[in-house]
């Protein structure tokens, strides 16, 4: 973790809309696949959503139809844009990057943000 900033998170009342966004802290010189993921209490990190470099996306089915996942290639930035939340969803999400870095390929996290959603 470290290696990717991460900003957007906050409480939010259920059905109400949150934006992550992640970017690279560090100079890369090309974003390969990447993902969004979540860990809430008690519970394993799961993945929330994937792009390859391709656009291909894929989605959990507890998020689908809710969520978006994007891409900003010029500012090697990622966004998760989530719609209709529900208390289910609070949980610390964390960003994933496979990149190309000066000293080689890595695959980078971001530190996670917090999603509160609570009436």
């Known amino acids: 973790q470290g290696q990717l900033v991460e900003s957007g998170g906050g409480l939010v009342q259920p059905g109400g809309s949150l934006r992550l966004s992640c970017a690279a802290s560090?100079?890369?010189?090309?974003?390969?696949?990447m993902g969004w993921y979540r860990q809430a209490p008690g519970k394993p990190r799961e993945l929330v959503a994937g792009?390859?470099?391709?656009?291909?996306?894929n989605y959990a089915d507890s998020v689908k139809g809710r969520f978006t996942i994007s891409r900003d290639n010029a500012k090697k930035t990622m966004y998760l844009q989530m719609n209709s939340l529900k208390p289910e969803d609070t949980a610390v999400y964390y960003c994933n990057m496979g990149v190309v870095a000066p000293d080689g390929f890595h695959d980078y996290w971001g530190q996670g943000t917090q999603v509160t959603v609570s009436s």
């Open positions: 560090k100079t890369i010189f090309s974003i390969h696949a």
């Open positions: 792009i390859t470099t391709s656009g291909t996306t």
